[in-house]
């Protein structure tokens, strides 16, 4: 089945600098890729995704980067903030899922801003 | 619209004792998940449902565990016998499965504790 390694398991970074979390995946027909944010105690939200018919996609201060030739894709966060303190989970869909309509995530990154 | 809404919110029981959670799903959503998140397991996928009809149960760790959809508004995940290792955190998201929409929303989990 669908294998989603995500990497670092934490990060620690000052604030209004960059952080960057990457994320491979196994199966080359994934083509939905989305990024969760889970605040302490609370429940995950999505804060972005992509599709594997573009490269980049950019929110604000968030962007997601997709390499399908390689099986990864990358949260980059510019300009952190305090607020940004979280787990990240990145997601693919299961084999034979491609569609996107269920989701495996990765084991997290607990993303420190220290300000 | 009120969210996805889990009950109940905490449950603590003794080992050998069933446990029923329970998800009502947003109005209009076709696709409900059940997840448990651990520390050390990360967010597990259990299984899905599309239109009321089980689509993977392939994460539902043993037959103790079993989930139902009998209508568009309502999903339980049941465990028979509980064991103290299914002590964590159950979350029930739903989406509108569709193409222009994969997003999970999550509800406020259960958080589970096995004496």
């Known amino acids: 089945g669908e294998n989603v390694e995500q990497h670092p398991s934490t990060l620690s970074v000052q604030e209004g600098d960059s952080a960057v979390i990457k994320c491979t995946y196994s199966d080359s027909a994934s083509n939905y890729f989305p990024w969760y944010k889970q605040e302490l105690g609370k429940r995950p939200q999505l804060i972005i995704d992509?599709?594997?018919?573009?490269g980049e996609k950019k929110d604000q201060r968030i962007a997601v980067t997709l390499n399908k030739t390689a099986k990864h894709f990358s949260l980059h966060i510019t300009e952190t903030q305090p607020e940004d303190s979280a787990v990240y989970f990145c997601a693919a869909p299961p084999e034979g899922n491609q569609a996107g309509t269920a989701l495996i995530f990765g084991k997290g990154t607990t993303l420190s801003v220290s300000s | 619209d009120a969210g996805v809404i889990q009950s109940p919110r905490h449950e603590v029981t003794e080992m050998g004792q069933e446990v029923t959670l329970r998800c009502k799903p947003i109005s209009g959503h076709n696709s409900l998940f059940w997840y448990r998140q651990t520390m050390m397991r990360g967010l597990e996928l259990l299984i899905y449902f599309n239109n009321n009809v089980p689509i993977d149960d392939s994460g539902m760790p043993e037959d103790r565990f079993s989930a139902k959809m009998p209508n568009a508004s309502f999903s339980t995940l049941k465990i028979q016998p509980s064991e103290p290792r299914d002590s964590a955190v159950y979350f029930c998201a739903s989406s509108r499965g569709t193409v222009s929409s994969y997003e999970q929303y999550f509800g406020p989990g259960t958080r589970l504790t096995v004496t």
């Open positions: 992509i599709r594997s018919n573009v």
